[in-house]
Each structure stands twice: as structure tokens, then as C-alpha cells.
């Protein structure tokens, strides 16, 4: 059972102090107990969100590439940020009109333009041309992580859902993983890319628009991670729509990442059959077995 979620009176005046006094404000949090954000308007009827971050992780995360990566697409490609607050973790942020494309039922045609745009919105994100060395060595670093100290904690984790077989394949894919590290392109990552954080706008027509919101999960790492969702999710039965996704991100992957996003995805796997059953998140659970059972079976793309 969910409850609605009432905006705090600190986080109220704090959103005043940049906007001005608030007309409507509805709950539009996800279905997670930690999950707190509002759809607001000024006395104006200008929509803005306020997102209090669950850990100071995700919003420093969030707040360091609404600052410097997210500005890369453009007017309209994603949020603006307007004020954030530390002691709070909270954002304001500008809305950007659209529905999920989880939500929607697309004609073929603009299904993949709505793919091509998110391609081509990514690629401007990862900007890895102007990669800095120190998200260099973050990229990396995050490699390692995911195929060490992370895996095994989801392993212990996903205890009994798992049989001996896939835990060995995971820890296969793991090792080959670190032996890719140095061949993968860094970049900026949005960290959580797929369809129920790209907004589309215009119906089912082709001409529409998309938007990319939600950047709590960005950070430094390969840019192939961006993909792991979306090749476990819409592409599995859409290679047309993976097509029309890397024509607008601008270049095909390379060997090492076309490896890279098999041993990713069965890492994303365990990590979604870790997470799913102990939060009641019965599609991420689902997603994970269907990613195993099609990596059991050398499906997966």
C-alpha cells in the first residue's frame, strides 16, 4: 500500500526562496519507500520538481552532473537545475514536458526515432573527448568495484535464487570484465538509461521529442554500462530499436565493449536479483532471471 507523500514546510519555503510562492504541488514519487519527489508550480503556473535525495551519495551524484555534464544537451534535453540544498539533499529542478516510453505504446517508426534521440542525447553526455584524468581513473576504479567487491556482495545476497551454474557464470564474466578495463571508453554516464527516464513528447508520432531526466546514478564510468539496461530491456526483442539507438549515438561498439555489456549484464542480473525480492520490485527481479536464463542460452546481444 502506498501513501502520498506530503512536501516538507523546510523544503516548501526553501523552493519559495527560488520561485515564489507555490500553487499546486502533487506527490510524484516512485512506488519506493525511499523514493520523495513533487511535481510543483509557482503562482504562475510554471512546473518545476523538487527531489530530496534518499543518500548523500545520490545527490552529490546527481547535483555534480547537473552541473557539469547534463548541460551538454541542450534546451530541452534533460532538466535545468535551479537551487540545490546540501543539509536537505534536496534539488529543484525545471520540468521538461513528456510521458516514459515505458508508458507508451509507439508506432515502429517513432519508437526508433525516440531511440535514435536517445542515443544521440547520451553520446553529447559521456563527452569523452573532454574526459579529465581523474574520471579516467573513476571509470576504472568503478570496473573494478562492480566486477569485485560488488559482485560478491550480490552473490551473497541473491543467496537461493541463484544456482551454482549462473554463479559461476557471473564470476566468469567478472573476471573477463577486469581483463577489458583499460579497452573501454570513460565517459559520464547517466548511470540508470532506460525508458522510464526518457520523456517523449508527440504521441506516436515520429516527429516527437525526447528528454532524459533522473541523474542520481550518474558518475564517472565506461560508457558501455549506459547500455546494459536498455540491451536487457526494449532491445532483447528490438535489435531495430538498438540499431536506431547507436545511428543517433554516432559509432558502433567497439569488440572490447560489445564484450563488456555481456559480462555487465550478467553483473546487472545478480545485482537486480540481489535487490528485487528484498524491496518487492517484481520487474527487476524478472529482468534479472530473463537476462541469466538468455545468457545461459547465448542470447543475449
Avoid at 579497452?183 to 525508458?195: K, M, N, S
Avoid at 549484464?265 to 530473463?290: I, K, N
Wanted: charged share 25%.
Amino acid at each position: 500500500m502506498s501513501h502520498t507523500k506530503t512536501l516538507p514546510p523546510p523544503l516548501r519555503a526553501w523552493a519559495e526562496r527560488s520561485v515564489g510562492p507555490l500553487g499546486a504541488v502533487h506527490d510524484a514519487s516512485h512506488p519506493r519507500a525511499d523514493s520523495r519527489v513533487w511535481d510543483i508550480a509557482d503562482a504562475q503556473g510554471r512546473r518545476f520538481f523538487v527531489k530530496q535525495s534518499p543518500t548523500p551519495k545520490f545527490y552529490e551524484r546527481e547535483t555534480f552532473g547537473y552541473q557539469s555534464a547534463v548541460p551538454a544537451l541542450g534546451f530541452g534535453g534533460a532538466p535545468r537545475l535551479v537551487a540545490s540544498d546540501a543539509r536537505n539533499l534536496a534539488l529543484l529542478l525545471t520540468a521538461v514536458p513528456g510521458t516514459p516510453l515505458s508508458l507508451l505504446t509507439l508506432t515502429v517508426t517513432a519508437h526508433r526515432s525516440a531511440h535514435r534521440q536517445f542515443g544521440a542525447l547520451l553520446r553529447r553526455l559521456h563527452g569523452s573527448d573532454r574526459m579529465p584524468g581523474a574520471g579516467r581513473r573513476a571509470a576504472e576504479e568503478a570496473v573494478e568495484h562492480a566486477a569485485t567487491t560488488g559482485v560478491e556482495r550480490h552473490l551473497v545476497r541473491a543467496g537461493a535464487l541463484l544456482t551454482d551454474h549462473r554463479r559461476a557464470l557471473v564470476r566468469r564474466a567478472a573476471e573477463h570484465l577486469l581483463q577489458l578495463t583499460d579497452r573501454l571508453v570513460p565517459a559520464h554516464i547517466h548511470g540508470d538509461a532506460q525508458e522510464r527516464n526518457a520523456l517523449w513528447t508527440g504521441a506516436g508520432r515520429e516527429a516527437g521529442r525526447l528528454a532524459v531526466i533522473d541523474f542520481e546514478r550518474s558518475r564517472y564510468a565506461p560508457a558501455v554500462q549506459d547500455f546494459v539496461r536498455l540491451a536487457c530491456g526494449p532491445w532483447q526483442d528490438r535489435p531495430d530499436l538498438r540499431d536506431a539507438f547507436f545511428h543517433g549515438y554516432g559509432r558502433a561498439l567497439t569488440d572490447a565493449e560489445r564484450q563488456a555489456l555481456t559480462c555487465l549484464a550478467a553483473l546487472d542480473a545478480v545485482s537486480g536479483l540481489a535487490y528485487g525480492p528484498a524491496h518487492g520490485d517484481d520487474e527487476v527481479t524478472e529482468r534479472g532471471t530473463r537476462t541469466l536464463e538468455r545468457l545461459e542460452r547465448g542470447l543475449f546481444v
